[in-house]
Structures are given as C-alpha cells and as structure tokens.
C-alpha cells in the first residue's frame, strides 16, 4: 500500500497569524495565497502491517525526533478518518532550503496527506483534503487546491477548509524570493501562533483581516497591481509588527530583509511591478508579474546580502505522482 504526492508551498498575501483553537488548528483570521511553482515537497508513503512504528525520512536522511512525532501525529488523524490500523514509513524530499521562512511545513503536510490517503486506497474530496492537510500545519491546506488559493476560518473541522478562487493563469504573478539565510529558524510558526494572542496589536490585526482579505480579492480579480502591493505589504508588517510586540517577542527581520524591502518600494516608485511579504523568517518574497520579473531578479541577486534567489510562477495544486 503505497503512494507518491508531490505539493507546492505556497506565499500568503494575506497572513494566517494566531489560532482561534489551538487543538483544531481553526485560524484566527482568513488568509489568502498563491501556490509556487517548481517549489515542492514530494513525499512517499508505505502503509505497512510489518512495522511497528511510524518512520520518517527526510532529503534521504532519517528524520529527528520532533519531526517524526509531528508526521506520526498527523498520520494518527488520518488513521482516525480511514479506519485504518498500520504504521507508515514516509520518505520526503523538498527542493528547496527548509525552516527559512519558505514554507516547508505547507507543502509537507499537504503531500504528506495526499500520499497518505492515496496510499491507503481512498480517495476523499479536495474540501476533506484541506482540513485534513490543516491539522499537520494551518497553510498545507492552502497547498492542497491549485493556483490562488483562499483559506476560510470556518467554526468547525469540516468548515476550515481551502479553495480556488482564481486558476494559475487568471494573473502571471511571480514570486521572487531573496534569500538572505538558510539557516532553521529559531522559533517556528508553531510556537508563534500560540503566542500571537500576547501582542498588544493582534486583536486589532485579527479584526481588520476580512476587510484586507476583501481587499486582496478585490486587487487580485481586477490584476489591479498598485491596489495589490498595498493590501500585500500592509499586511505583512502587520503580522511582523504582532510578531515583535509578543511576549516573548519573534523578530525574523534581518538588516538584509530590512534593506531589500526598502529597495522593493524604491523599485516600485520607479514604476516596476512589485512589492515584498515575508512570512516567519528573513527571506523576503518579492511580488512581481511576468512582464517584469527579469528585472526584478536581477536587481534582487545584485543586491548585498542575499545569497540566492529562488524564482516561482503561479503552481497547481498538490496531486499523486505514483
Ligand atoms: O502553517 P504554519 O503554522 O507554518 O503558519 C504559516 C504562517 C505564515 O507563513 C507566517 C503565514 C501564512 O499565512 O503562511
């Protein structure tokens, strides 16, 4: 009983920050994003009667110990929901660096679920797949369906769920990704949405979100660039500035961050298409279109302090591959 899935990550326009409940992983505000493309996990999953424990390799070398506890967890969930009794040994790969603010644990538990499901002969909804994909790390849902995707913070399991709200090729955003480290964050996103509540700020972050969301959809629908970056950038300090003002307080900002989003508006008053997010970690994601993503990468490597660029189209959703 075998299977192989492959998921993209994903870059939120609008930032999942903090949990409404903990335990079902319901977040505290919708978000919004965008699938990358060529930016995935491809992960195996062997249901097996002849093990006893659940297993976990990852880019082909045993997995530590937290890691294999939080892919047993979530195997256990999908145990639950398929009535099933076996161990698993799951091998995964990512093709790019992990715990530096690219989303591994987005597109992990969203092939991770897939591979699961598949591997175990079910086949379940894409809606199922999402809420599932939800308990292992709140953005793998968004992982799940294709292109732009929304994630609603529904009351319940079954209501927290992710869909398309426009195909890969409604808008050729790019995402260029200024990496500045490579190195595993301290505190993960895990950590930090228990800690959100503690922020002054993220009442009134967590209030405002529907109306950026709206925003967002509204930029996005209309490819209404300038309407875009506004929402996009608004959000993302934010959720930093959360982030900051908890207790104990997350900076990810690096003086290289700093500087490349400082350049980023520069870029943008000269009249280039782009604006900067950065999730839980110093690399800063670099919006543009297509039209201008040549430039945009070029200046980005040029500049002091990143030491790769990763370049991502609008991808498709998370699917078995064998
Ligand atoms: O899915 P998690 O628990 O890794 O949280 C993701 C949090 C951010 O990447 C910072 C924002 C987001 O919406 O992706």
């Known amino acids: 009983m075998q299977a192989t899935a492959q998921a993209h990550s994903n870059i ?21 994003s965008m699938n990358l493309a060529g930016v995935t996990t491809t992960t195996t999953v062997v249901w097996d009667s002849a093990l006893q424990t659940d297993s976990l390799s990852i880019n082909d070398a045993p997995a530590d110990e937290k890691a ?42 969203a092939a991770l ?23 292992g790390s709140g953005s793998a849902s968004r992982s799940i369906p294709a292109g732009y995707v929304e994630w609603c913070t529904g009351m ?13 090729d409604h808008w050729s955003l790019v995402d260029v990704i200024g990496v500045i480290s490579t190195g595993h964050k301290e505190v993960g ?21 529907p109306a950026r969301l709206a925003q967002c959809k509204e ?13 996009v950038e608004h959000d993302s300090n934010l959720m930093h500035a959360v982030m900051m003002t908890s207790r104990p307080p997350l900076f990810y900002w690096q ?6 989003m400082e350049q980023v508006r520069r870029w943008r008053a000269e009249g280039l298409n782009v604006c900067y997010t950065l999730d839980a970690g110093p690399n800063v994601h670099c919006l543009t279109t297509a039209e201008h993503a040549d430039e945009i990468e070029a200046r980005v490597r040029a500049l002091e302090g990143v030491q790769s660029v990763i370049r991502a189209a609008v991808g498709g959703g998370a699917a078995v591959v064998g």
């Open 156 to 168: 319940s399991h079954d209501e927290s769920v992710a869909y398309t709200i426009a195909p890969a």
């Open 68 to 109: 294999t506890q939080r892919v047993a967890q979530h195997l256990e969930a999908i145990r639950k929901r398929l009535k099933l009794d076996l161990k698993a040994a799951v091998t995964s790969g990512n093709n790019f660096p992990m715990g530096a603010g690219i989303a591994s644990s987005a597109s992990s538990f």
């Open 255 to 260: 003086p290289a961050s700093l500087l490349l």
């Open 189 to 209: 996103s895990r950590e930090g949405h228990g800690t959100a509540i503690t922020s002054d700020f993220q009442a009134a972050r967590v209030a405002s979100a």
């Open 12 to 32: 939120a326009f609008i930032k999942y920050w903090g949990n409404a409940d903990d335990a079902l992983r319901l977040p505290a505000n919708p978000s919004i």
């Open 113 to 135: 679920t897939v591979a699961a499901v598949a591997a175990a002969g079910a086949t379940l909804t894409e809606r199922e797949l999402s809420s599932i994909a939800r308990l």
């Open 219 to 231: 930029a996005l629908f209309g490819k209404d660039f300038a309407k875009f970056a506004a929402v």
